[in-house]
Structures are given as C-alpha cells and as structure tokens.
C-alpha cells in the first residue's frame, strides 16, 4: 500500500465553481478525516467518517461543504459555489479504529479560487 | 466547540537545547493526545501519542500529560536543527488540531 492518496494534488477554480476532491485512504483503515489547512495554521477540522458513517462535521462549515464516504473506502469532498476564502490546503487523514493509533496523512489538493 | 490552544510561538532555541512546547484543552472527554510535527509545504507526521497521566519518553522526545490541568507537552531534548518545524498538538476520537507551534533550532 503506497498510503493516503489525493486527487487531484492542484485545483484551480474561478469563484462560484464547484469542486470535488478524492481521498483513497490506507486499506482497511476506518476512519477518514478532512482537514483545511492555511498558511500559518493548523489543520482545521472539517468531517470525519468511521466506515461509510460520517460521525462529526465541523460547525464552522457552511452548507456549501459535504463529504461522503459511500463504501467505506474512498471519500470525496466537494465544495459548491467556491469563494476567494475557500483557497487552502485540504488535507485528508485516515487511521484504524483502535484507540491511540496514528493517522496517516496524504499529501493535500491545493485549492486556488480565482 | 472544542479548544485546543497552543503557545503561538515562534520559539528559538540553541542546538543541544530542551526545546517545550505546550498545549492546552477545553474537552474533558478527550482520552488520546498526539504530537504532529510538519515541515514546511510537507503533511503531519505523528511523533508520538499519550494517553495516561504522566511522562511517556521515546528518544529525545517526552510527552506529558496533565488531565487534572487539561494540560499536554511535548519536550525535545538535544535539539538539532532538523527538528525545526512546526509542531501540532491534536486530541480525540475526531483529531482536532491546535495552530501549532513555529519552532527554529539555532546551530
């Protein structure tokens, strides 16, 4: 297994564009995590998923953002009507359901909205 | 909404310093605590996790962990300049990560 994959690594998009983002998480790992990260920042928590469920999504988010996990595997985020604010690193995680274990981070999409 | 602050840093340290990054939080459910550390344009990788009060040691880094005083800190010891970064605290089930901490190791 070569890790957490993203697709695509570079996203440029014009304002009011939707955008979606994939996630291959390690194999027979439960949990996926989505994070946004800006520069100086921590990652900000999005969502999170356990199988296919999406347990926890962030309040921050506006109803712009949703994120499926539709079999457990892969995951996409997609963020509708994209704004300048929206231009980040988005960042996916994902671990095995033991408690204390690490997550495992792919390498991020860069998302620039022009 | 659950906290997680750290001291914003920068921080500067000599080579062969102790290096202390803390972090503090709001959750008192939370039971897992990790340490993050990212390079610059690079992801997080874990350096190590606590999850009982106390000290945990791994090499030259010692987590300690505070539930009475939501409190968790990661020393470096014999700092090297490969270990400038910038380190994340992150806790719970859901990873929710402080801003971290800019770290810079002077030779």
């Known amino acids: 297994d070569t890790g957490v994959s993203q697709n695509p690594r570079h996203k440029i998009t014009k304002r009011g564009q939707n955008v979606t983002f994939r996630c291959d998480p390690i194999?027979?790992?439960?949990?996926l995590y989505w994070y946004r990260q800006t520069l100086g920042q921590g990652p900000e928590f999005l969502t999170y998923?356990?199988?296919?469920?999406?347990?926890?999504k962030s309040r921050l988010l506006s109803d712009r953002f949703s994120a499926e996990r539709p079999k457990g595997s892969f995951s996409t985020l997609e963020i509708q009507r994209t704004e300048q604010g929206d231009s980040a690193m988005y960042l996916c995680?994902?671990?095995?359901?033991?408690?204390?274990?690490?997550?495992?981070f792919g390498q991020g999409t860069r998302l620039t909205v022009v | 909404q659950k906290e997680v602050e750290q001291n914003s840093g920068p921080l500067s340290v000599p080579e062969g310093a102790i290096a202390s990054l803390n972090c503090t939080y709001s959750d008192r459910g939370s039971q897992s605590f990790f340490w993050y550390r990212q390079y610059s344009g690079k992801s997080p990788e874990l350096i190590m996790f606590?999850?009982?009060?106390g000290d945990k040691e791994d090499g030259r880094f010692t987590a300690q962990l505070n539930k009475a005083s939501q409190y968790v800190s990661l020393l470096i010891r014999d700092s090297q300049p490969s270990d400038s970064a910038t380190y994340l605290c992150a806790l719970g089930d859901d990873m929710r990560f402080g801003a971290g901490t800019r770290l810079t190791v002077k030779p």
């Open positions: 995680a994902s671990s095995p359901t033991e408690l204390n274990t690490e997550a495992f």
């Open positions: 606590i999850y009982s009060n």
């Open positions: 194999s027979e790992h439960n949990r």
């Open positions: 998923f356990q199988n296919e469920a999406q347990l926890e």
